[in-house]
């Protein structure tokens, strides 16, 4: 695959999210969902993300920044950051790293679907980008430490998964991740790798080069330079889950980030896990009990279609969240965790997430019977607001459900 250019679009988001060094800028880069927030302030504007940063747009930058609910200054700042950005554009096409965002077509339709405001605002990678995209997609995970027994088992997932077709996805972690990934490439299966740092070292790996041409995508969230954390070591983890069908846990403890991974992921409800009827470890049984299904021989009983989300790649001009992404209750949600940080009626949120009323009407009923949306009383139809936000405007009064 030719490696595509990085589109202006792409480059008004990593000067916003991106870090770019200690000394390229003051201001925190924004996260996820202040992204969210600013893109749609944006695009509600009649503007396009690509179109920020110039002479015509300064004067328009002020009211954009107080509708996504952020600072001034801190925009400001982070969008002078372009000789930086630069640079740094320049180091990771000499090693062949790509980098997208959320607006782009190439950008994974199932992240948006799945995480919704909390999908990464931009993907690093390198590798064939079409990869994120297939359907045929098996999740293994497990840990560093794991048994020889558990090793096997997920050397044999990655040759079946390529015997079928399907593409491994995994943490590019020691241990499990690796075996799976490895077995897979040996065979001319296909691998994505979701690494939490180090992204710019393995681009470099003379081993992973033949790969990197047809078979192999390397992806993250981070800088390409970015080092060790815990909280991007977590971080990543969902979108293991996230881009694959279902997700095999091979060996897990009690607690770390195989452990926390899968039970997040059965909290969100994002796709099911499945756990090795006959490998052994020490989170087995609390994982079956939150949720995971047990499993008898190689593979999985995974099924691509069913899991699929039924939702068309996002134009760069087009809203963030389309027609049918929203299929379930974690993802409205997400969503309305977003919105809600300011007055919505049922009606508003029914507008702006495409969905019909009667189910929105439900879930806001579920959302305040669990406490985090309340009644904000005013004229009119009820709103709602988050119940972590600020105290809400004068003449409203919040009336726990």
């Known amino acids: 695959m030719t490696q595509s250019p990085i589109t202006d679009t792409t480059r008004i988001a990593l000067l916003l ?3 770019l060094g200690p000394d390229a800028a003051a201001a925190k880069p924004l996260g996820p969902q202040e992204f969210y927030r600013f893109a749609q302030a944006v695009q509600k504007a009649g503007m396009k993300l690509r179109d920020l940063n110039t002479s015509e747009t300064e004067d328009q930058l002020p009211v954009l920044v107080e509708a996504a609910n952020l600072d001034l200054a801190r925009i400001q700042t982070l969008l002078v950051r372009g000789v930086a950005l630069s640079f740094r554009i320049q ?27 909390s999908a990464p605002p931009v993907l690093f990678g390198r590798g064939p980008v079409e990869i994120l ?51 897979a490439l040996n065979v001319g299966g296909s691998v994505i790798g979701v690494e939490h740092s180090g992204l710019k070292k393995s681009a470099l790996e003379r081993g992973l080069r033949d790969y990197f041409r047809t078979s192999l995508v390397l992806i993250s969230p981070y800088a390409p330079e970015a080092g060790f954390s815990v909280g991007n ?31 997040e992921n059965l909290k969100q409800q994002w796709v099911p896990v499945w756990i090795p009827a006959d490998i052994d470890s020490p989170g087995r049984a609390g994982l079956l009990k939150a949720g995971a299904t047990e499993f008898d021989g190689d593979w999985p009983p995974v099924d691509h279609t069913a899991m699929e989300p039924a939702i068309a790649p996002t134009e760069p001009s087009a809203p963030l969240i389309t027609t ?50 309340v009644k904000a009383k005013a004229k009119g139809p009820w709103r709602y607001i988050r119940s972590d936000s600020p105290d809400p405007p004068d003449g409203q009064m919040l009336l726990l459900s």
């Open 17 to 19: 999210c991106a870090s």
């Open 91 to 117: 180091e990771w096409m000499e090693v062949g790293i790509w980098a997208i965002s959320r607006l782009d077509k190439s950008y994974p339709v199932r992240l948006k679907a799945r995480l919704g405001p």
């Open 133 to 183: 995209d297939t359907n045929a997609a098996l999740g293994v995970v497990g840990s560093r430490e794991a048994t020889a027994e558990a090793l096997q088992f997920a050397t044999l997932l990655g040759e079946a998964a390529a015997a079928r077709e399907w593409t491994i996805v995994s943490g590019s972690a020691r241990g499990v991740d690796r075996e799976s990934m490895g077995a």
């Open 233 to 263: 070591a977590m971080g990543r983890n969902k979108l293991v889950y996230a881009l694959s069908a279902g997700t095999v846990a091979v060996h897990s403890g009690t607690s770390g980030g195989t452990w926390e991974g899968v039970l």
């Open 324 to 373: 049918s992404a929203i299929t379930d209750y974690a993802q409205f949600r997400t969503a309305a965790e977003a919105r809600c940080e300011s007055p919505q009626s049922a009606d508003d949120l029914a507008t702006a997430l495409h969905l019909k009323k009667t189910q929105v009407s439900a879930w806001i009923r579920q959302a305040t019977t669990e406490g985090w949306l």
